[in-house]
């Protein structure tokens, strides 16, 4: 199912977005959208693994051996 979302951009950021989508980027302005939402979760996911990869570095993980380990 999809749902529709209206939102209110300055002129400069709505020319900004057309001329994306005009260079052949994008198939559209919801695509040029949908695609800054899906680049914002992976830097979001690579900020966490990030993260993750110093707490190991700094020795504040664990070893699981197990599923049961998590408990």
């Keep these: 199912m ?3 979302i209206n939102i209110s951009v ?5 020319k ?3 001329r994306e989508v005009r ?3 994008y198939a559209s302005v919801s695509e040029f959208f949908r695609a800054v ?7 979001m996911l ?3 693994v ?6 190991v570095q700094a020795g504040h993980a ?6 049961k380990d998590l408990r």
Excluded at 37 to 43: T, V
Excluded at 50 to 55: H, I, K, L, Q, Y
């Design 23 to 25: 260079a052949g980027g």
């Design 37 to 43: 939402l899906r680049e914002r979760k992976e830097q």
């Design 50 to 55: 990030e993260e993750s990869r110093r707490e």
């Design 2 to 4: 999809r749902s529709v």
């Design 10 to 14: 300055p002129d400069l950021v709505r």
């Design 62 to 67: 664990r070893v699981l051996r197990s599923l």
């Design 46 to 48: 690579l900020r966490d």
């Design 16 to 18: 900004e977005v057309d």
